[in-house]
């Protein structure tokens, strides 16, 4: 079992940036998928995005593709989640996820372990 523990959420304005970090343990960091997933008010879970086990490549959702950007540092056990030009219906809790069976997953289902996730709140 790999054990996630997000940190960095809180407060933004619109059209600000924001930065989430994911530290995971329990499992060879680079046997894993990582994604980011998030769940607004009222809403399912959404997929935000998600990156190889290498890194060399990164998927994003349309809503935003071109906004927000996914990173890993293999050294340091930790995935990122960079937040641009953020707005009011990017408010809600992110989550990291790890895939220990697939190299590219996109629904909650491929992912076998789950961060406790933190608030990401965007003021307007």
């Known amino acids: 079992q790999v054990q996630l523990v997000e940190s960095g959420g809180g407060l933004a304005q619109a059209g600000g940036s924001l930065r989430v970090s994911c530290a995971a343990s329990?499992?060879?960091?680079?046997?894993?998928?990582m994604g980011w997933f998030r769940q607004a008010p009222g809403k399912d879970r959404e997929f935000v995005g998600c990156?190889?086990?290498?890194?060399?490549?990164?998927y994003y959702a349309d809503s935003v593709k071109g906004r927000f950007t996914i990173s890993r540092d293999n050294a340091k056990n930790t995935v990122y989640l960079q937040m641009h030009s953020l707005t009011p219906e990017d408010t809600a809790v992110y989550y990291c996820?790890?895939?220990?069976?697939?190299?590219?997953?996109?629904?909650?289902?491929?992912?076998?372990?789950w961060g406790q996730g933190t608030q990401v709140t965007v003021s307007s």
């Open positions: 329990g499992r060879i960091f680079t046997s894993l998928a």
């Open positions: 990156i190889v086990r290498s890194g060399s490549s990164t």
């Open positions: 996820a790890a895939s220990s069976k697939y190299w590219y997953a996109n629904q909650e289902v491929h992912y076998d372990s």
